[in-house]
């Protein structure tokens, strides 16, 4: 059994890795082009392969993690997500799955904010995590139901969408090494790739956001 369940960590941890450097070559290379949507794809397949992977892995007796059980659902939201945004440069409504994907993650956020209260409550180690992340998703969520409630108004954010979505699955990735890879498992390496995340998120919709404002005044 435990000769299997090294079997599965590895093949993980190989497609976590082919995340991680395509994740990273994507966003090397220049939005729109062929090798940044072959990479994309890469990343996708890499990303959702080795979250599945982890949810088997942490059911299974003497691996049992609620925290990376629930941050690999996390991460298969980021992915499926952000590649569903790419849908709507073209449609104008939000279907049932986008719905199901985005009302099934709020939910669970809420249940790791309750559970990490509870946590920091009784003095349980990760309680702050749980919080920090269900916060996160909370958000992203929240955000995903306005965006549905009216897309045609909305519809040019897509690529905001997208972005964000991918750049937050990146992050998962990057901090999945640190942690797990390098060993490194402390608050700090937890939550600084999400905050400079953020940042890198924050600066592509100011981008994205002035050029829509120039392709306006180019239309006047």
């Given at each position: 059994?435990?000769?299997?369940?090294?079997?599965?960590?590895?093949?993980h941890a190989f497609?976590?890795?082919?995340?991680?450097?395509?994740?990273?070559?994507?966003?090397?290379?220049?939005?729109?082009?062929?090798?940044?949507?072959?990479?994309?794809?890469?990343?996708?397949?890499?990303?959702?392969?080795?979250?599945?992977?982890?949810?088997?892995?942490?059911?299974?007796?003497?691996?049992?993690?609620?925290?990376?059980?629930?941050?690999?659902?996390?991460?298969?939201?980021?992915?499926?997500?952000?590649?569903?945004?790419?849908?709507?440069?073209?449609?104008?409504?939000?279907?049932?799955?986008?719905?199901?994907?985005?009302?099934?993650?709020?939910?669970?956020?809420?249940?790791?904010?309750?559970?990490?209260?509870?946590?920091?409550?009784?003095?349980?180690?990760?309680?702050?995590?749980?919080?920090?992340?269900?916060?996160?998703?909370?958000?992203?969520?929240?955000?995903?139901?306005?965006?549905?409630?009216?897309?045609?108004?909305?519809?040019?954010?897509?690529l905001q969408k997208?972005?964000?979505?991918?750049?937050?699955?990146?992050?998962?990735?990057?901090?999945?090494?640190?942690?797990?890879?390098?060993?490194?498992?402390?608050?700090?390496?937890?939550?600084?790739?999400?905050?400079?995340?953020?940042?890198?998120?924050?600066?592509?919709?100011?981008?994205?956001?002035?050029?829509?404002?120039?392709?306006?005044?180019?239309?006047?």
């Amino acid at each position: 059994m435990e000769q299997t369940i090294k079997i599965l960590i590895y093949i993980h941890a190989f497609f976590g890795g082919i995340g991680l450097i395509t994740g990273v070559g994507s966003i090397i290379s220049k939005k729109g082009t062929n090798t940044h949507q072959k990479l994309g794809k890469l990343f996708s397949v890499g990303m959702l392969t080795s979250s599945v992977l982890s949810l088997l892995i942490c059911w299974i007796p003497k691996h049992h993690n609620l925290f990376l059980f629930l941050i690999g659902i996390f991460t298969i939201y980021l992915v499926v997500s952000g590649n569903r945004a790419i849908k709507f440069k073209s449609k104008n409504k939000a279907d049932l799955f986008d719905k199901i994907i985005s009302g099934t993650m709020l939910l669970l956020s809420l249940v790791m904010i309750l559970i990490g209260i509870y946590c920091v409550l009784n003095n349980i180690t990760n309680g702050i995590l749980f919080v920090f992340f269900g916060s996160l998703g909370l958000f992203m969520t929240v955000k995903d139901f306005l965006f549905f409630k009216n897309v045609s108004k909305n519809k040019n954010n897509w690529l905001q969408k997208h972005i964000g979505k991918m750049i937050g699955a990146l992050i998962a990735s990057i901090t999945a090494f640190i942690v797990a890879g390098l060993g490194i498992g402390n608050l700090i390496t937890w939550i600084t790739p999400s905050i400079i995340g953020a940042l890198y998120i924050i600066y592509w919709n100011q981008k994205t956001n002035y050029k829509k404002i120039s392709d306006k005044k180019a239309d006047l």
